[in-house]
């Protein structure tokens, strides 16, 4: 399939600068993969689409503060984005700069943090902090929150609360699980007492989930690497679920991505423990775990588009996507949402 199979056109006064004034008071376009049909509707009536016994699986990972300004020795400014931080003095890192800095490389970062450039590879770049903190100290000390570029304006107080979901307890992405981001406390509650399971998964998201992809054929596309932990728990809340046929919804594109990529390397079945993903999950894709989907709405020519694209239909999420232009829904992180029924 080619890249330009899933463009559109997005009004720029569509796309999110804020968030919601609460959490739980977006939209919800209910997609039905099955019936080729779908619903207008709010965030706050998500229960209304559950029961007892269905499994929600969420994403538990904390956004670090991943943003760093600085220069290079010869003075250039530089914007160091952390994708991973690979042990107490290295982070693998995407570098704006005017031109880009060689091995050897010398940067000092928010005026504090001296770094050395050690190599490159494509875009990425690893970096040593010479420095007494950690990594992980040093982003909290001085990194700044990394609000996606298609935010136009700097990140606020606000935004470091409003940019991490309620259960966020893993620091390690660098992007939120932007579908989790609608849910405040009260509404995890509503949906406990009405009996829904809630279990989680880690997915650190790293900075390529933005990286645009610069292929004509998708098959060419290659994905960036994410780790992933899953606890026993969520196994035997997804097997209790699947032997008693009570459906399984992906809270995000994130967890469905760690629980299909551990079902597609353990022969169908979810197991426990950490792993690494560069799964691409493109039209024709076998889901065997996740049959429900709840995502926010997705990039033109983006993977989370040809994502969503494989487990409602082409045609269905074209439609659902222009209909959702004309209703004029918020697209993207701090946007409204949708709820998928996959196409079988």
Known sequence: MKIQDFDFYLPTELIAQFPATQ??????????????CWEDTLFADLNRYLQAGDVMIFNDTQVIKARLFGYKSSGGKVEVMVERITDDHHVTATIRASHAPKPGSQLLLADAVPATVISRTNEFYTLHFDHELTATELLAQYGQLP????ISRPATADD????????????????????????????????????????????HVGAGTFQPMR???IADHIMHNETYHIPQETVDAVIEAQNSGKRILAVGTTSLRALEANAATHHGRITA???DTQIFITPGFHFQVVERLLTNFHL??????????????LDNIQKAYQHAIQARYRFFSYGDAMLIEKKP
Do not use: C, W
């Not at 609000?147 to 298609?150: A, D, I, K, S, V």
């Open 23 to 36: 959490r739980s008071n977006s939209r919800l376009l209910y997609l039905d993969g099955a019936h080729d």
């Open 147 to 150: 609000l996606p570029p298609y």
């Open 160 to 203: 470091e609360a409003r940019y991490q979901t309620v259960y966020a307890r893993h620091p390690g992405a660098v992007a939120a699980p932007t579908a989790g981001l609608h849910f405040d406390s009260n509404m995890l509650d509503q949906l406990r007492t009405r009996g829904v399971k809630i279990h989680y998964v880690t997915l």
């Open 215 to 217: 292929v004509e054929n």
């Open 273 to 275: 423990g950490y792993g």
């Open 300 to 313: 033109p020519r983006s993977t989370l588009l040809i994502l969503v694209s494989a487990f409602a239909g």
